[in-house]
């Protein structure tokens, strides 16, 4: 009785192991891509408050965006 009771400890301990081993793995995976996710939900974030302004009624047709500044691609006003 003794010997199965050490076995059924050390099977649980291997148990238990396995499973502290993949709570780590986990927390790896999600320290390794935490900035791109972060990146992913504040685009999302930003997607759905345009998407709402627009149903809205709001019009985007003449904001400037950034990226229209930077590279250059967006109309001169009229003269």
Not at 50 to 57: C, M
Request: hydrophobic share 40%.
């Amino acid at each position: 009785e003794e010997k199965q009771k050490l076995k059924d400890t050390k099977l649980d301990a291997m148990a238990l192991a396995k499973y502290i081993s993949s709570l780590h793995a986990e927390c790896d995976w999600l320290l390794q891509y935490y900035d791109a996710r972060k990146s992913a939900r504040d685009g999302e974030s930003e997607s759905l408050v345009n998407a709402k302004a627009v149903l809205s009624g709001a019009d985007y047709a003449l904001v400037q965006t950034a990226r229209a500044v930077r590279t250059g691609h967006f109309m001169a006003p009229r003269v």
